[in-house]
């Protein structure tokens, strides 16, 4: 059971990125309703890879680091000085986006695997939905911003 351990494990650890990106940027956004859709998902985003370790279960031999990968962390550092330098709604939602495109592909990776046990290969497919869904949410907050 080590190999999907591996490949889910790098799914919570996007998980946690985008845990800690939609939670610092949301506080950045200035446009009331993108502000509230990403603290919500930061919320959501936590959840995901809680579910996710709760269904590895044993196979999971340590705790992921809820700090995210390094990538992840650079990532939300670029946007929040972006942020600080003015960038505004626009650039922080090209910066949200960017994370997006990170987790889905993460998701795509781990279900081409043949031997994830049928218990997490349902939760990811049910995360996988919602994650698409909020990125086009934030791909359509972004293009509203770019007017």
């Known amino acids: 059971m080590a190999f999907e351990n591996k490949a889910v ?5 996007v ?19 993108a502000k509230r859709f990403f603290i919500e998902e930061s919320t959501t985003r936590g959840r995901f890879a809680s579910e996710l370790e709760t269904a590895l279960g044993s ?15 650079l990532h939300r550092a670029w946007g929040e000085l972006k942020g600080k330098m003015g960038g505004g709604d626009h650039t922080l939602l090209e910066t949200a986006e960017q994370g997006e ?3 889905k592909k993460a998701y795509e990776e781990v279900l081409k695997l ?3 046990p049928p218990n997490v290969q349902t939760l990811l497919r049910k995360q996988q939905t919602h994650i698409l869904a909020s990125h086009d949410k934030v791909k359509s907050l972004r293009d509203a911003t770019a007017a």
């Open 9 to 13: 494990r790098s799914v919570i650890e």
């Open 15 to 33: 998980l946690h990125d985008g845990e800690k990106g939609f939670q610092s940027l949301g506080e950045q956004l200035k446009d009331t309703t």
């Open 59 to 73: 196979a999971i031999s340590e705790k992921v680091d809820e700090g995210g990968t390094a990538s992840g962390t």
């Open 101 to 103: 495109d990170t987790a």
């Open 114 to 116: 043949n031997d994830v």
